[in-house]
């Protein structure tokens, strides 16, 4: 079972940043992930940004392996890879 921490690092007037850890065992990856803040506002929903960053990584966990998610991106860019990804999140 991974273990996913997400901690908001800044946030200026278009976007925030996060550092994410994800434990499994004694292993663990490192990611630096940026969400627009448009992006934010586009998802309507009442959870935090977060939050929103945790559950968008449990959703990568289901799909590809810790060690297979990019060191760093936006969050945007996991629509290209799973096209269902908004409409997905939206449903957390």
């Not at 586009?42 to 935090?48: A, C, G, I, R, Y």
């Not at 559950?55 to 096209?83: G, H, M, N, Q, W």
Request: aromatic fraction near 12%; charge should be neutral.
């Amino acid at each position: 079972m991974n273990k996913i921490s997400v901690k908001k690092v800044n946030e200026d007037k278009s976007k925030f940043t996060f550092n994410i850890e994800v434990r499994e065992g004694a292993s663990k990856t490192e990611h630096v992930v940026t969400m627009t803040k448009r992006f934010y506002v586009s998802l309507e929903t009442e959870k935090s940004p977060e939050t929103v960053i945790k559950k968008s990584f449990e959703f990568l966990l289901e799909r590809e392996s810790k060690d297979s998610i990019l060191a760093e991106f936006d969050i945007t860019v996991i629509s290209k890879y799973f096209p269902e990804y908004e409409t997905k999140l939206k449903d957390f």
